[in-house]
Structure formats: structure tokens, C-alpha cells
């Protein structure tokens, strides 16, 4: 099984910051199946970073994918209020379907 | 417009099944649903194909859950059985928008139900 695995669990970061967030696969992943979430508290995930790079419809600009292989980021250019939340990454494989990681809760410092 | 609309909040005692509707509108390739326990992160459950009603179940869950639709109502079902405390979360349907997408692009609003005796 594909375990996929976050870093940091925290981050603590102002707004205008640029945020970095990391998700490491326990073994290669498809490119095309790595996928990234926002969640805020009470709310369903929403999606932002489809095919590791590709933005989801109505995501601003300033959030970016990369990464390839067993390493991929998030990256949030210059953090608004809104951006605060949870993210996570999630991947499909044959073997295990669909694995989400554990969470990358981003909080304002 | 692509909606999914969960049933309600509901309470049931260990060992009792629970059952999850989620009432679709514009097209779904594929419904997912995905848990959350409280406090803790996403765990995926399982597939199925509204089209065919193909399903495909998480290792952990299979015995335990059944996947359905009703095309006449264009309603999924997920059905939990012998429920115990640890299956406490938000049970979510999620959307595939096509064949080898591998991503949920909608998502209900989810769906509390409470293991408790």
C-alpha cells in the first residue's frame, strides 16, 4: 500500500507569506493521479491541484503543484486570511486506491 | 450543475447498520465515498459506477459495506453494517468527473453518524 505522508503537520505562517507544503509517497506515484485539498473546519474538502500541477476550476492563481515520482508541493504564493485550513494530498494506485495523506494544517502565526 | 446532497445526521447504536443517501444532479462518472472520523484525516471507502452500479470496496470495509443506486432518482446509497463506536465520522460522497480522473472535483456536505450505545 501507497502510505503518503505530510510535512509539516503545522505550519504557522502570517498572510503575504508564501507557503510550501510537502507530501511524500512511500513509492512512486502517477503523476496524473496526485491530487490536492483544501479543508476549512464544518466543511467537505475542496478540490485545488488535480494531476499534481493542473489547477481545479475557479482556483486562484496563486496556488501551484509540483513534483514528481515520491515528492510533491503545494505551494500558496502570498497567503490570504482565507487560505488558513487543512490540506491534504491524495493519490490513487492500483493496489491501494485511493490514499489520502494525514493533513497539513496551515494556521495563521 | 453538478450537486450532491447528503441525507441527514443519524445516531445508531453498536452493532446496527446505517444507510447514506446521496441524491446526484449533473453528470457523475463515478461516486465515491470518503470518511472523516473527528479530528482525524480522509479515509477512502469505496466506488461505485451510477451507470453499471459497479462498486469497488476498500479492503477494510469490504464485508461490511454495500454501494447502490436508484437511477430513477439519480440517489447513490452506502450502507455500513455492524457499526461499532470507531465508525463515529462524516461520511462524504464525492464525485469523479471521468474514467481515470483519479480525483473528486464535488463533494457533499456530508453526513454525521454517530456510534453510540
Known amino acids: 500500500e501507497i502510505v503518503l505522508t505530510q510535512s509539516p503537520g503545522t505550519l504557522s505562517l502570517s498572510p503575504g507569506e508564501r507557503a510550501t507544503l510537502s507530501c511524500r509517497a512511500s513509492q512512486t506515484v502517477t503523476t496524473s493521479s496526485l491530487a490536492w485539498y483544501q479543508q476549512k473546519p464544518g466543511q467537505a474538502p475542496r478540490l485545488l491541484i488535480y494531476?499534481?500541477?493542473s489547477r481545479a476550476t475557479g482556483i486562484r492563481d496563486r496556488f501551484s503543484g509540483s513534483g514528481s515520482g515520491t515528492d510533491f508541493t503545494l505551494t500558496i504564493s502570498r497567503l490570504e486570511p482565507e487560505d488558513f485550513a487543512v490540506y491534504y494530498c491524495q493519490q490513487f494506485d492500483t493496489s491501494s486506491k485511493y490514499t489520502f495523506g494525514q493533513g497539513t494544517k496551515l494556521e495563521i502565526k | 450543475q453538478v450537486q450532491l446532497v447528503q441525507s441527514g445526521a443519524e445516531v445508531k447504536k453498536p452493532g446496527a447498520s446505517v444507510k447514506v443517501s446521496c441524491k446526484t444532479s449533473?453528470?457523475?462518472?463515478?461516486l465515491h465515498w470518503v470518511r472523516q472520523a473527528p479530528g482525524q484525516g480522509l479515509e477512502w471507502m469505496g466506488i461505485?459506477?451510477?451507470?453499471?452500479?459497479?462498486?469497488i470496496y476498500a479492503k477494510k470495509f469490504q464485508g461490511r459495506v454495500t454501494m447502490t443506486r436508484d437511477t430513477s432518482t439519480s440517489t447513490v446509497y452506502m450502507e455500513l453494517s455492524s457499526l461499532r463506536s470507531e465508525d463515529t465520522a462524516v461520511y462524504y460522497c464525492?464525485?469523479?468527473?471521468?474514467?481515470?480522473?483519479?480525483?473528486?472535483?464535488?463533494w457533499g456536505q456530508g453526513t454525521l453518524v454517530t456510534v453510540s450505545s
Open positions: 449533473g453528470y457523475t462518472f463515478n
Open positions: 494531476a499534481a500541477s
Open positions: 464525492a464525485r469523479e468527473p471521468a474514467h481515470d480522473a483519479w480525483y473528486f472535483d464535488y
Open positions: 461505485i459506477n451510477p451507470g453499471s452500479g459497479g462498486t
